[in-house]
């Protein structure tokens, strides 16, 4: 039986993947923060009380910023696996604690890796890091000559998110370097489920689109709508990350589905699953929603009522304006594949959601 442990368990992709290593018959350990109120609603499917016999899911209070407390943490489970998917994730709120940024996105990385060597771990110790397109930034140049970013590409970070995960992303491949350890990153793209933190686009659109539905919510407010992303489902890019600790050679892999999307582009999918067809019109932060068409008898919208606004705060000082990755390397070296396209995504957030409202 493998041990694996997850940082940022709490977390969209961290709940995904203990799902998918308890099912594969891993003991899983996974680091959660102390917060005043209950922080576990994405795992508590999984919790089983401590006192039963064969436990397979145990939670250990931590935090990125504390290094004894993840050496003690890494001593005591003594992990075949690691996977380091903790992390402040929001792009936006990283312009608003930078430092706290660095400290956990970035030095955190290092925490984990020198825990791994001080405890000798080095050979035993495989370490997954959550790496991330933002690095790329979305420099047109820097794509590749299909028009895609690859392993290859150049990084230019436009936010403080992208500068922390890229000494995250050179610190890994420099231990795997140094220390000959199994040290990896998956620079993954945007991924998105049910279970998606509420104030990322798409979970805040699909959320306020049920709301707006069942006559909830007026309005959706919203920044850029011309920025694209290469958006895949949560649940596929755990398998990623697991195939990537599989291989017998430890490497960096981009993680992508190929296709990118815009905001507006998902907005009218949103809506359209709920039966409610919208014209864009107007332009920048002028630019609204309206509804034409409501084809569910149950939501009653009127024709022409505005259901989304911009509102410039939800710009960023600095923009990645479009994402695409080629997951060629990881089609032929790690046989992965997306078994979800963008609609089903779609399909499946709204469900959840207009359920939910
Ligand atoms: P989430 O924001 O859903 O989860 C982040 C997790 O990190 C949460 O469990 C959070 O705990 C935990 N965390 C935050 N700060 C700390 C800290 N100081 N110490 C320990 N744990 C902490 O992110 P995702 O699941 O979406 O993403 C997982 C990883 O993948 C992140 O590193 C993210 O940056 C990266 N990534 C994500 C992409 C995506 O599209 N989802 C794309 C590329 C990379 P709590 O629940 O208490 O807040
Ligand atoms: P990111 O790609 O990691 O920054 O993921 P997000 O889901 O936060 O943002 C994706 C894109 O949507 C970015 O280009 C944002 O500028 C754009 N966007 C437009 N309106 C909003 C909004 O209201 N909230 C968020 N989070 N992003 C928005």
């Avoid at 795992?43 to 290094?67: A, C, M, P, R």
């Avoid at 004894?68 to 990283?94: C, F, W």
């Avoid at 981009?254 to 582009?265: E, H, N, P």
Wanted: hydrophobic share 35%; with cysteine; glycine share 8%.
């Amino acid at each position: 039986m493998k041990t694996a442990l997850i940082t940022g368990v709490t977390g969209q992709d961290g709940s995904y993947l203990a799902e998918l290593l308890l099912e594969k018959g891993y003991k899983v350990h996974g680091i959660k923060r102390r917060a005043s109120s209950f922080n576990t609603q994405r795992i508590d499917h999984l919790y089983v009380d401590q006192h039963e016999n064969h436990v397979n899911f145990k939670l250990h209070y931590g935090d990125l910023t504390d290094s004894t407390n993840i050496i003690r943490i890494i001593q005591e489970v003594q992990p075949d696996e690691i996977y380091n998917l903790g992390a402040m994730s929001h792009v936006k709120v990283s312009f608003d604690s930078p430092e706290y940024v660095a400290n956990v996105d970035g030095i955190g990385t290092l925490r984990i890796l020198e825990a791994v060597r001080i405890l000798g771990l080095e050979k035993k110790t495989r370490i997954y890091q959550a790496s991330t397109s933002e690095l790329y930034g979305g420099l047109e140049e820097n794509k590749n000559a299909a028009g895609f970013y690859d392993e290859n590409s150049p990084f230019y970070p436009r936010s403080p998110y992208g500068v922390a995960k890229i000494y995250g992303f050179w610190i890994t491949k420099n231990y795997r370097e140094a220390y000959n350890m199994y040290a990896c990153n998956g620079i993954l793209f945007n991924h998105e489920s049910p279970r998606r933190g509420e104030t990322f686009v798409t979970r805040k659109i699909t959320m306020a689109t049920a709301a707006i539905a069942k006559r909830k919510q007026e309005v959706l407010y919203l920044g850029n709508l011309d920025a694209q992303r290469d958006w895949g489902h949560a649940k596929d890019y755990v398998e990623a990350m697991w195939r990537i600790l599989q291989q017998d050679v430890a490497e960096d892999y981009v993680i992508a589905t190929g296709k990118t999307t815009y905001v507006r582009d998902f907005v009218r999918m949103a809506f359209a699953e709920a039966g409610i067809e919208l014209t864009f019109e107007g332009k920048n932060e002028n630019e609204v929603a309206k509804v034409a068409k409501c084809n569910n008898p149950e939501y009653q919208l009127e024709i022409g009522k505005t259901v989304v606004k911009i509102d410039p705060q939800y710009y960023r000082p600095t923009e990645v304006d479009l994402l695409i990755g080629d997951p060629t390397k990881s089609k032929t070296k790690l046989g992965w594949e997306p078994k979800y396209d963008l609609a089903s995504l779609v399909k499946e957030m709204m469900q959840e959601d207009l359920k939910i409202m």
